[in-house]
């Protein structure tokens, strides 16, 4: 197992003889990612299934999966681990909480110790995507960090395109009683090889001087700093954009078409090829047009897709054509993103980006309680709330800049800054 802490130099560059290495285990770290979103992503499609084998009504898994969300807020100061102790490390636990939480899930079926394991499950996540994030971070030059990114970041989609239809394949095939624990067995054994993977193929990269003080101490100093500040809040805009939209696009379908099992699945569908193209397109686009340009065009391609929902909705085609722009420009606006947070402070790179992910979620909370609100004064007043929140991150994002030349603190990784 290697343990080895190697600390990233930001003026490196990884050489070709180091390529194929870092292929080996940006392909790992890939495949760990799509076990980690197919377990998050399993529970929405098959509610009912999960809800008669816990034998609880929806309302009570709801609370379940939304206090799993809140759990997004940790985030920040888990991923302090990871830049004290190295990336690998947090890697590591957060898969073996992941690991732990499935079995005991499969073990001691009930409801009580599956919302406790929903919830030791998402603290497994929290840790271990930041500190990957910033594991790329440290090992790939910026020129070149939107590509492998978004390579990683083609998970989420492939979760709900293969992950998901694996599990229900799967579950369609034990017994109606048992249908729901099937998931879990699955997700330990393929956890379990992962974290082999890791251990074996993953070097332990942290940032070059330790952070230091407590985990509240350093993101209150990085709350301080500009360009981390304006990109929390631009992170916060996007997702409440997105979500004033998602959270009622079913509704909104179902009431203007009377045709929601149709309409839904069509929408699923749309929204799963969406989030690979925007994925994908981030993947190849993000590092040859540049980050803010690329993000620029994912949010003017958002506020596109508004108009083409309101203006060209009067048939199901042109109300899914809306809606595929539209998680297209989010999904691609937010891979692109990635690159620019990871290295706005390179010195705290895995809590810079822990916060952005909680930022997201944030956001996601905010649009979820405006959406409904909205929707009753009319699905106009949603699209419109959308734009204004897009505008606002187009607002913000000027004020994110990735650390320069000359910022030396940055440069060398010196968080004398942020424990002052």
């Known amino acids: 197992m290697d343990l080895r802490t190697t600390p990233p130099n930001p003026q490196r560059r990884v050489t070709f003889s180091e390529s194929q290495n870092l292929t080996e285990q940006v ?8 076990v980690l979103h197919t377990l998050y992503r399993t529970i929405y499609p098959f509610l009912s299934v999960f809800s008669r084998g816990l034998g609880v009504d929806l309302a009570q898994l709801s609370i379940a999966l939304t206090a799993r969300s809140m759990m997004g807020f940790l985030g920040p100061f888990l991923a302090t681990i990871a830049d004290r102790y190295g990336r690998k490390i947090s890697m590591m636990l957060g898969l073996g909480l992941v690991v732990i939480a499935s079995l005991t899930i499969w073990l001691f079926p009930s409801f009580p110790v599956f919302f406790g394991g929903m919830m030791l499950a998402m603290l497994g996540n929290l840790m271990f995507i930041p500190a990957m994030q910033a594991f790329i971070g440290d090992r790939v030059a910026y020129e070149k960090r939107g590509r492998i990114l978004g390579i990683t970041e083609l998970s989420w989609a492939a979760a709900f395109i293969a992950g998901i239809p694996f599990m229900g394949w799967l579950m369609a095939r034990a017994n109606p009683d048992k249908a729901w624990l099937v998931p879990f067995p699955v997700i330990a054994i393929a956890g379990t090889l992962c974290l082999i993977l890791i251990a074996w193929r993953v070097p332990n990269n942290r940032s070059q001087i330790p952070a230091q003080g407590t985990g509240i101490g350093t993101i209150l100093k990085l709350l301080a700093i500009t360009p981390v500040l304006a990109g929390l809040g631009f992170a916060i805009s996007v997702s409440a954009a997105n979500e004033v939209v998602n959270l009622v696009f079913g509704v909104w379908l179902e009431d203007r078409f009377a045709l ?24 190849l686009l993000s590092d040859r047009l540049g980050k803010e340009v690329a993000i620029t065009i994912g949010l003017i391609t958002s506020v596109f897709a508004t108009f083409i929902l309101y203006f060209f909705s009067g048939t199901v085609a042109g ?23 990871s290295e706005v402070y390179p010195a705290a790179r895995a809590t810079v980006m822990a916060l952005t992910i909680a930022s997201f979620s944030l956001g996601r909370a905010l649009g979820a309680m405006l959406a409904p609100w909205l929707y009753n004064l009319g699905f106009l007043f949603n699209l419109i709330a959308a734009i204004v929140l897009v505008f606002c991150g187009y607002l913000l994002l000027q004020k ?8 030396q603190a940055a440069r060398n990784g010196d968080m004398s800054s942020l424990v002052a």
């Open 319 to 341: 109300a899914l054509t809306g809606l595929f722009f539209f998680y297209l420009g989010f999904e691609f606006t937010l891979v692109s993103s990635l690159p620019l947070m």
């Open 400 to 407: 994110i800049h990735p650390a320069g030349k000359d910022d």
């Open 260 to 283: 929601k099992l149709a309409a839904l699945g069509a929408a699923s569908a749309v929204i799963g090829i969406s989030e690979l193209g925007g994925e994908g397109l981030s993947a």
């Open 27 to 34: 392909t790992i770290l890939t495949i760990t990612r799509v």
